[in-house]
């Protein structure tokens, strides 16, 4: 069974900076995306950046600009830059994997997440 383990959560101020990993356990060359997912108390699970095996990675209009996404196939890990945080950014941050079965159904992977927490 694959396995997704964030690291580099933690408290924060506004204006600064954390750097958040995945650690994948299988080749990251298999998954057709990997991303990230923020969710906070009492709203939904919501999608914050993707890395696609093909195109450009997408953002969500809150963090376009401050986020960037990569994948380091060396390591087999997904990470996210994540700049000039705003408190509305504090939320637990969970890593994505996607890949396709051999019979072509979409095979998801999470991760158990990483709490983030933007406050002075």
């Known amino acids: 069974q694959v396995q997704l383990v964030e690291s580099g959560g933690g408290l924060v101020q506004p204006g600064g900076s954390l750097r958040l990993s995945c650690a994948v356990s299988?080749?990251?060359?298999?998954?057709?995306?990997l991303g990230w997912y923020r969710q906070v108390p009492g709203k939904q699970r919501e999608s914050v950046a993707s890395?696609?095996?093909?195109?450009?990675?997408k953002y969500s209009d809150s963090v376009q600009g401050r986020f960037t996404i990569s994948r380091d196939f060396g390591k087999d890990t997904v990470d996210l830059q994540m700049n000039n945080l705003k408190p509305e950014d504090t939320g637990v941050y969970y890593c994505?994997?996607?890949?396709?079965?051999?019979?072509?159904?979409?095979?998801?992977?999470w991760g158990q997440g990483t709490q983030v927490t933007v406050s002075s």
């Open positions: 299988d080749s990251i060359f298999a998954f057709d995306v």
């Open positions: 890395s696609f095996r093909r195109g450009s990675p």
């Open positions: 994505y994997g996607e890949r396709m079965t051999p019979s072509g159904i979409k095979d998801p992977y």
